[in-house]
């Protein structure tokens, strides 16, 4: 039995996790017709971007094996006591990585920047 003066226990429930989620505007339907095309128009410019990015990377620096191959005077070559072939894999092929990923996220973000804009329009 409960005294006089005690309080009265609630009880806390959660919110409904049955319940639907609210749509959202603004975001991209991928149901609706238009929504597929600029959705996919974005991937495959995000996709061309990585093959090409990645068959400059295939051809610069998986093309240096080859190069030592067909030029086998460059194992004598050396610049202050360290064969050329050490220096550009140990050192050029880095600045070179860098230079490439710069490139990637800079035309990557552009691609991301331009879509939000076409988007920005659409809803309008």
Partial sequence: ???????????VTGP??????????????????????????????QLWLAARVLGLLTVTVGGLPLL????????DVRVAGVPVAWLVLGVLVYPWLVLLGWHYVRRAERNERDFAE???EVER
């Fill in 68 to 75: 030592f191959f067909l030029a086998p005077g460059l194992d």
């Fill in 1 to 11: 039995m409960t005294e006089q003066g005690s309080p009265r226990r609630v009880r």
């Fill in 118 to 120: 076409l988007m920005g």
């Fill in 16 to 45: 409904d996790r049955r319940a639907r989620p609210i749509p959202r505007t603004g975001d991209i339907d991928e149901a609706s017709p238009l929504g597929g095309v600029y959705l996919g128009s974005l991937l495959r410019e």
